[in-house]
């Protein structure tokens, strides 16, 4: 492998790494609650995070950046927990007819 792709490899997995950790932070801190901390780990899994991307921020963060091909399986679980959570879960609502957004998205699909 050349320079430029030996740094290439480097620079994607500097950059999912470092998508990785912040998409676990931001979930983390945001639930972070009251005076005494409550692990990273806990407040992903009750957010439905995939262990794995808990262990590539562990990693990234304290250790060396894992492998591309268990960053690439990270990015992919990232993805699917995005659309999961952004994506179907306001769609089931709209489906119930319940939600903020309900009437709003109506009005604009009636156009």
């Known amino acids: 492998m050349g320079t430029d792709a030996a740094s290439g490899a480097v620079e994607l997995k500097e950059l999912l790494c470092c ?48 492998s591309l091909s268990t960053l690439h399986l990270a990015a992919r679980q990232a993805l699917d927990w995005l659309v999961q959570q952004y994506w179907w879960v306001p769609m089931g609502l709209l489906a119930l007819g319940s939600g903020p957004v309900q009437q709003p998205v109506s009005l604009l699909l009636s156009c």
């Open 19 to 66: 998508c990785a950790c912040r998409m676990v932070n931001g979930i983390a801190d945001s639930q972070q609650k009251g005076r005494v901390a409550i692990s990273v780990n806990h407040l992903a899994e009750s957010a439905g995070l995939s262990r794995l991307l808990v262990d590539v921020r562990h990693e990234a963060t304290h250790n060396e950046l894992p």
